[in-house]
């Protein structure tokens, strides 16, 4: 796909290596992070120049959602991976969640990527078929659930993907596809190093699934070997 990716979330993990990967790939990449300023980041722009642009933004700031925005001056966007996440609260305690990390959650991985994708609908629509990729998780399947716990990562997850589905439905008009994607149990430090999945493997599958989604995958949850995850 090599056209202009835009990803946030990218200083380290998942979106480290999906910039790398799109770069390879040929594509023109908006790299977001909180601190681009980060060695591994600053060699990619290094290697590729003008090909990558690398953005400050904390996906929670509106003002910096705006300038970030502002910078593509009107350029389609083919691609936008919301790749962003937060995973604070790993307890299974019921009384050690704090209301506070629920909130921040839901911000980062709910609210945020919606916000991202509403600044940047102008830029998708005058793309050619664009689509929108939000990095779920399969810990926000109701029907995966069944170890309990984790109560603020799951239904932050889950309700990333009730708006990846009403997403789907209002933007088809503007000929943008939504879909929610699972990396994978994936080897970073939200993952952990007992995960079986590398990045390497985990950005490879989800740029296939990408090139692969048409019409009748609009809307959908998949795995980042392609397969459907119910809901």
């Known amino acids: 796909m090599s ?5 946030t979330g990218t200083a380290r993990g ?15 990449v908006f790299a977001t992070a909180r601190h681009p300023e980060t060695d591994a ?7 590729h120049g003008d090909a990558l642009q690398l953005l400050k933004l904390d996906v929670t700031n509106r003002s910096e959602i705006e300038t970030a925005v502002s910078s593509l001056a009107g350029q389609p966007v083919k691609l ?3 790749n962003a996440g ?8 019921m009384e050690s969640l704090k209301a506070e990390t629920w909130l921040q959650e839901f911000h980062v991985n709910a609210i945020a990527p919606f916000m991202v994708t509403r600044a940047l609908r102008s830029n998708l629509a005058a793309a050619d078929d ?9 810990m926000g399947s109701m029907s995966d659930n069944t170890s309990g716990g984790a109560y603020s990562y799951r239904s932050s997850k889950a309700a990333l993907n009730a708006v990846t ?3 789907a439905r209002d933007l088809a008009g503007d000929g943008t596809r939504v879909v929610a994607l699972h ?3 994936v080897r970073t430090d939200m993952g952990g190093a007992s995960a079986p999945v590398d990045t390497t493997q985990s950005a490879s599958g989800l740029r296939k699934v990408m090139l692969g989604i048409g019409d009748p995958q609009n809307g959908g949850f998949f795995n980042y070997t392609g397969d459907a995850i119910p809901w």
């Open 86 to 93: 937060l995973y604070q609260s790993r307890s299974d305690d």
């Open 41 to 47: 980041l600053q060699s990619l722009k290094a290697a």
């Open 3 to 7: 056209h202009t990716v835009f990803i």
């Open 80 to 82: 936008l991976i919301n």
């Open 183 to 185: 990396p994978g149990w």
């Open 165 to 167: 589905v009403s997403l």
């Open 14 to 28: 998942i979106g480290l290596e999906l910039v790398r990967q799109f770069l390879e790939a040929g594509s023109k």
């Open 130 to 138: 664009a689509l929108v990729a939000m990095i779920s998780s399969k």
